[in-house]
């Protein structure tokens, strides 16, 4: 509580409790919406205005307006007095709730205006937007989760546009939000030269055909390239370094081309480097240019033969389609049977979308998620959808942040555990706005994000970047084809590269009976090959041998055998790189699965807290890594735990995102796992076979957090020692080369931080194993 | 996600706390009130479920584009046929509330709620935060309204397109008292 604005509501309270209209505060000494809203009705009253109301109106601003600005010696009494309370509330100190706008009040609106308009634009009067800004709960400081780069943006909007009569203060928070981009949408309106009058903010087709007459390209200066560049820094494009675009700038250099190119491939734009009509639309709404071309479309009409030649012709190859539905609604929307053979006659894919209305609004439970994934699974298997088959589950409507932390996140963590329930056959995606997909994902690890994106109004939409595991962006209702061929559909971007959809059903050979099989021929070799090693490591080695046999690695975990590789090559064999994941529908890396579990297999685990060479080959080497991505951004960072919650062993694209990945955890964890059941007698092949296929995966975490790290005070103290000892020089080297390589040759190592520094640190990759743990 | 008929019957199942039950969109249904939540919003509000979905209709985009409502901040009126928006913004009796932008979008409003709500901003003691029915509960053009669906949620039409200017013209025109 503050006792400033304590006295502040205390003083409107006693000053105003008799006025007709007047609503009383409570004297908490906390601000809120109400206390702006008392001192809001208190200055209407002073103001001379009949109906008192909690909205500063037009009517408010025009009293205002005809008073003038208010500053040293044009005003006293009450409307100071206002205006001193209301700087208690913002945090500013006028020196007292005095009435007279002396120095200390001056000081005060000067420390704001400058933070509301920049370093060095601070003003000494109160002028009427002002005073609306001073009674609102916006923050004109940066706050958790806000960046200087994008502050340094809305103090330009408002310096620039707050002379127009549709502006008005916008928060300096720091933070890309709803009201950012609505600033963004009349500032583009503005400069394209609408009148007060038509530049309403929004994004309709007036702004869209102006857009399209400014093309940029590198090279280009001026107020277009600014606001191109703003807009791009909200859309938080990553660049080769694992930081994002925050530079706000007049000059189209090469830099913010290339930063244009990434957004263009990430978003599956025409790849140019230059602002045109489609990548301006794609940096200001979430539909993007709505008309560009998308392969992909989603319906709840049967897919027949003539509706499946008019979708081909018109470019689209991915169907969504859904897999069940209750009998109780009133659409009839679910695949039908010979459907999907119509489909995959015509040359096109499907992708799975689980949607149930409940009769009850809660919906968005736990129990219902695990029920609905329950449904899910066996519709898929009934209509043959091969194992590792991502599925959509639908969040169809606009979920507020607040919802989606109390129903919908709950309600995934309930299809998790109903696919896992069901032997895990499928893996679970989303369907939802931004916020959605991207909340959902971090926290439940859905594997691809299907964006709600056409509804660009949407509180999840706007003020939120495409995630990073987008394959499917919803952006068009349309309809398309003649007679029986004409079918409504919604139009969909895909992302190449991302989830490949469905081709046939009923199929059995899947990615990973391919690797098990590759395993299994290895194994035969090995055994025929004879030699000094055992056979399960010379497999491994061979897994490994394309990427992990240079000299460190050499070093850290033995030589491979290079007469066996040659031997197994020339024989002939089908080289595996990758396997899909069972449970979390990821693509593993085999050469680094095979290095992590030949060091591991090689060195065993270590006594104690004590950590060895085969650790490095698989977590300590990732940590390392990730601790110098930290150092690296520990300006933004300064917390290693809130740097660990962030960006530890998460689903991200490959190409954000820093390098220390969910993946990379699948394959240690494994790597160990499977290590552990390799000694005595056990066949690597009969061992794969076994986690892979026979539900080893599903208890993978759990198993590798007790067997390796043995509960929260042991992982952290085993990770400290990972990053601090100095027992074995080749561990010591390879940390050294490790953190300089990404964080530059004046890192500082984990030894030079303070101990409670780094306590943070290892107690964020503690904790991520802990909450992995609980996956299973 | 993909018909309009869906994604509207969704909202509706969606909408508010516990207890909540599918909606009958049949003429019958104008009886006991039931609470529904406003999409995008936090905030929640008791409604006759004939008069729910073009009153949610209007109450989301008011929430979008004219003033965010936060919870409690709603009201239902005439017995669930009426929503009363921010009441503290909005009293009944004071004017110049809203600024002139946020005026055509409501005009944008009424115009996307088919003619059959009012807005109290056209009052003879102007209430802005007002939208109610301005047809009986059974009238038969609410449930074909609902049935026809709208455009996308969270997808706003361009409120100074000719043809919806002059809709709002003419609907002011009629409704105004």
């Known amino acids: ?776 | 996600m993909s018909a309009r008929l869906s994604r509207r019957t969704l909202l509706v199942l969606m909408a508010g706390s516990a207890g909540t039950t599918m909606i009958d969109i049949g003429p019958a249904a104008a009886a006991a009130p039931v609470t529904y939540r406003i999409e995008g919003s936090d905030a929640t509000v008791a409604l006759a479920a004939a008069a729910a979905p073009v009153l949610l209709y209007a109450a989301r985009r008011f929430h979008y584009e004219v003033d965010p409502i936060r919870p409690g901040e709603v009201a239902p009126l005439f017995g669930g046929t009426g929503v009363l928006l921010r009441p503290g913004a909005y009293p009944a009796g004071a004017t110049d509330v809203l600024f002139p932008a946020q005026v055509l979008v409501i005009r944008d409003i009424l115009v996307g709620c088919g003619g059959l709500v009012r807005w109290g901003g056209d009052d003879r003691t102007p209430s802005a935060g007002l939208f109610r029915l301005d047809v009986r509960p059974g009238d038969p053009r609410l449930a074909a309204w609902h049935a026809a669906g709208g455009s996308t949620p969270g997808s706003s039409p361009d409120p100074l397109q000719p043809s919806r200017r002059t809709a709002a013209r003419n609907l002011k025109n009629r409704q105004t008292r």
């Open chain 1, 1 to 776: 509580m503050d006792e400033r604005v304590r006295q502040a509501q205390q003083w409107v309270n006693t000053t105003y409790r008799s006025v007709a209209g007047f609503v009383p505060v409570p004297e908490s000494g906390q601000t809120g919406w109400p206390t702006m809203y008392a001192l809001t009705r208190a200055l209407q009253h002073e103001l001379g205005i009949a109906t008192l109301s909690d909205a500063f109106g037009p009517g408010t601003l025009a009293a205002l307006n005809a008073r003038g600005p208010i500053g040293i010696g044009q005003a006293t009494g009450n409307i100071v007095k206002i205006i001193q309370s209301a700087c208690y509330c913002k945090g500013y100190d006028p020196g007292g709730i005095t009435g007279t706008f002396g120095l200390g009040t001056e000081s005060a609106i000067l420390n704001l205006t400058a933070d509301v308009f920049g370093a060095g634009a601070g003003q000494r009067t109160v002028t009427p937007k002002l005073f609306k800004a001073l009674l609102t709960m916006d923050a004109y400081v940066q706050v958790s989760g806000g960046t200087p780069a994008v502050r340094v943006v809305q103090q330009w909007l408002n310096s620039r546009y707050l002379n127009r009569a549709s502006f008005f203060v916008i928060p300096c928070d720091g933070i890309f939000s709803r009201d950012v981009q609505k600033a963004m949408y009349l500032a583009v309106q503005y400069e394209l030269g609408m009148s007060d009058a038509d530049a309403t903010g929004v994004f309709g087709p007036g702004t869209r055909s102006g857009l399209a007459g400014h093309e940029l390209a590198e090279g280009a200066t001026g107020i277009w390239v600014q606001l191109f560049s703003a807009a791009l820094m909200f859309n938080r494009v990553a660049l080769g370094d694992g930081s994002v675009w925050s530079t706000f700038t007049t000059y189209f250099t090469p830099a913010l081309a290339s930063a244009v190119r990434t957004l263009q491939q990430f978003s599956v734009l025409t790849v140019n480097g230059r602002a045109d009509y489609a990548t301006w639309c794609q940096v200001l709404v979430s539909t993007g240019d709505p008309g560009r071309r998308g392969e992909a479309c989603d319906c709840v009409t049967e897919i027949t033969d003539d509706r499946a030649r008019t979708l081909y012709a018109a470019g689209y190859r991915y169907i969504g389609r859904y897999l069940d539905e209750d009998d109780l609604t009133v659409i009839d929307k679910m695949i039908r049977p010979g459907e999907l053979a119509t489909i995959f006659r015509n040359g096109l894919r499907v992708f799975p979308i689980s949607q149930y209305y409940g009769r009850e609004v809660g919906v968005f439970t736990y129990a219902n998620g695990y029920s609905d994934a329950r449904r899910a699974h066996t519709a898929a298997v009934g209509y043959g959808f091969a194992t590792g088959t991502v599925i959509y589950f639908a969040v169809d409507y606009d979920a507020t942040d607040a919802e989606i932390g109390s129903h919908i996140i709950p309600y995934f963590q309930g299809v998790v555990a109903g696919l896992a329930s069901s032997g895990k056959r499928y893996v679970h995606g989303v369907y939802g706005s931004r916020n959605v997909c991207a909340r959902v994902t971090a926290q439940t690890y859905a594997r691809w994000s299907f964006v709600s994106g056409m509804s660009y109004g949407f509180s999840g939409n706007m003020g939120f970047p495409l995630p990073d595991n987008w394959a499917f962006n919803q952006v068009q209702t349309l309809t398309v084809g003649q007679d029986a061929g004409k079918i409504e559909i919604d139009k969909n971007i895909y992302r190449p590269g991302t989830d490949p959809a469905v081709a046939a059903v009923n199929v059995t050979a899947t990615g990973l009976e391919q690797f098990l099989e590759y395993v299994t021929k290895l194994h035969q070799r090995a055994v025929a090959y004879g030699g000094d090693r055992p056979p399960n490591q010379l497999v491994l080695e061979f897994l490994r041998h394309e990427d992990y046999n240079d000299l460190p690695w050499r070093t850290l975990i033995g030589t491979v055998d290079g007469t066996f590789i040659t031997y197994v090559k020339q024989l002939g064999i089908d080289m595996v790189r990758e396997v899909r994941d069972p449970f979390f529908g990821i693509d593993l890396k085999v050469s680094h699965l095979g290095a992590s579990c030949n060091g591991a297999l090689v060195d065993g685990r270590p006594g104690g807290n004590d950590v060895n060479r085969g650790d490095v080959a698989g977590w300590g080497g990732d940590l390392m890594t990730f601790y110098g991505e930290w150092r690296r951004d520990s300006n933004q960072y300064p917390s290693g735990l809130a740097y660990c919650r962030e960006k530890l062993a998460k689903v991200s694209d490959p190409t954000t995102g820093g390098t220390f990945k969910l993946r990379d955890l699948i394959e240690d964890a494994d790597a160990f796992n499977l290590a552990r059941r390799l000694g005595g007698t056990a066949n690597i092949a009969d061992v794969f076979t076994a986690y892979y296929r026979d539900g080893g995966t599903l208890t993978r975490f759990s198993r590798y957090y007790a067997d390796r790290f043995n509960g929260q005070q042991n992982a952290k103290a085993i990770a400290r020692t990972m990053l601090t000892t100095e027992a074995d020089l080749v561990i010591l080297a390879g940390r050294d080369y490790l953190i300089r390589s990404t964080a530059g040759p004046l890192t500082a190592m984990p030894g030079d931080l303070t101990d409670e520094n780094l306590d943070a640190f290892v107690q964020g990759f503690a904790e991520m194993l802990l909450d992995r743990a609980g996956l299973g």
